[in-house]
């Protein structure tokens, strides 16, 4: 991996992480282009960036995440990402296996196309309109939604949404709540691919991996930063899109990608 391919990456990263696209599915597939998905380097990469869109959130919701006197706000967050820790190390080496095939996840990324253009339709009555009035149960039944994008392609963001608006939160609150589950969700991934898990090939923790060499050092610091600045952006936008438009266009827009990247793919098997 060179300088302007880290860049790329961690500006796909930043800009897809919180938008119901899949993020995982779009960096492997900006990886795979580049010829370099193989390297053990670029897949502790495409997950360690993910610390700098978490940081996008706590700075543009940092009131939300700072106020102490509100106990339960820390309780939801924390029963709600349980289901995804545990799956998450269950399933761990069948998702590895899985990540280094762009052709599935392309068609993954289709099919979620089709659930979002009619998810608008299929919950019309919303009654909760701001996160203190989700209960643990509703965090804990979007926790487990979240753990549908185990499959890559799937999207974390459009999973808990879905199961947000299930739960009968608003659009913007379920979107506004995925945020927040995200925390302590990727938090938890970037910990243990750093420090607790040996990538196959190089039998190396990942701070090793990192440790090898002062380029992946710089890599690893430039792609948080960038990551962590186009997220922000990213976030802002959309919410705009979503509180106007719903989730119509981000359907569109997976089955068009979707379906270039299964022929490129495909082609070029």
Request: glycine letters at 6%; a positive charge; aromatic letters at 14%.
């Amino acid at each position: 991996m060179d300088y302007i391919q880290a860049i790329i990456i961690a500006i796909v990263e930043g800009l897809t992480e919180y938008l119901p696209v899949s993020s995982t599915a779009h960096m492997i597939f900006t990886s795979s282009f580049f010829g370099i998905q193989e390297d053990e380097f670029v897949k502790l990469f495409q997950v360690s960036i993910q610390f700098g869109a978490i940081l996008a959130v706590v700075v543009l919701y940092w009131k939300k995440f700072f106020d102490f006197t509100k106990i339960n706000f820390y309780v939801k967050l924390a029963c709600a990402v349980l289901p995804a820790l545990i799956l998450g190390k269950l399933f761990d080496d069948k998702i590895d296996a899985i990540l280094g095939n762009p052709i599935p996840i392309a068609i993954v990324l289709i099919v979620g196309g089709f659930v979002l253009l009619f998810i608008d339709n299929v919950f019309k009555n919303p009654v909760i309109a701001n996160e203190e009035n989700i209960t643990i149960k509703k965090a804990v039944t979007i926790g487990f939604w979240q753990c549908l994008a185990m499959m890559p392609g799937t999207s974390r963001s459009a999973a808990s949404i879905i199961g947000g608006m299930q739960q009968g939160l608003t659009r913007d609150t379920a979107a506004e709540f995925s945020f927040f589950l995200a925390v302590p969700t990727m938090l938890a991934v970037t910990v243990y691919s750093l420090f607790l898990k040996t990538f196959e090939v190089s039998q190396l923790k990942g701070y090793e991996l990192l440790l090898q060499s002062k380029d992946n050092m710089k890599f690893f610091l430039l792609g948080n930063v960038i990551a962590f600045i186009v997220a922000i952006l990213a976030i802002k936008l959309f919410i705009g899109i979503i509180k106007k438009y719903g989730f119509k266009p981000w359907g569109y827009y997976r089955i068009v990608a979707g379906t270039a990247l299964l022929i490129y793919f495909t082609i070029n098997k």
